[in-house]
């Protein structure tokens, strides 16, 4: 893609969003920007409802997929990898955290995954 055509999507992307601002206060709601910290957060939760430590908000169900579990917490490694000394120390310490915690979730619910399998 050349340049004016790249300027030109950025150009229509924030004119976009400046517009859905606008709409948010003009009707007062919420208007959510994203962040980091919402980021992980997101990605961790996909991690928890792959192990099926929490109910898939789309089909009400708990599911596991512990193949995907592994792929989202690897990603945050990666994340974390590709990150090193360019987070502030809150998100450092909340990845992790959610690292810690995930993998934990991820070993033992390879463990009951394997007991229900015997």
């Known amino acids: 893609m050349d340049e004016p055509t790249k300027n030109r999507r950025e150009k229509d992307w924030q004119e976009q969003i ?3 601002k606008q709409q948010a206060q003009d009707n007062k709601t919420s208007f959510h920007e994203p962040n980091f910290s919402i980021f992980l957060s997101s990605l961790s939760m996909q991690a928890m409802i792959a192990m099926g430590k929490v109910e898939n908000p789309v089909t ?3 599911q596991t997929n512990l ?5 989202l917490i690897n990603t945050l490694n990666i994340i974390k990898i590709k990150t090193l000394n360019n987070l502030t120390s809150d998100e450092e310490t ?5 690292l810690y915690n995930l993998r934990m ?3 033992e619910a390879r463990k009951d995954n394997q007991e229900n399998e015997k």
Request: net charge negative.
């Open 18 to 20: 400046n517009k859905e």
């Open 60 to 62: 009400g169900n708990i």
């Open 94 to 98: 909340l990845l992790e955290d959610y």
């Open 105 to 107: 979730m991820y070993i």
């Open 67 to 71: 193949d995907q579990a592994r792929f």
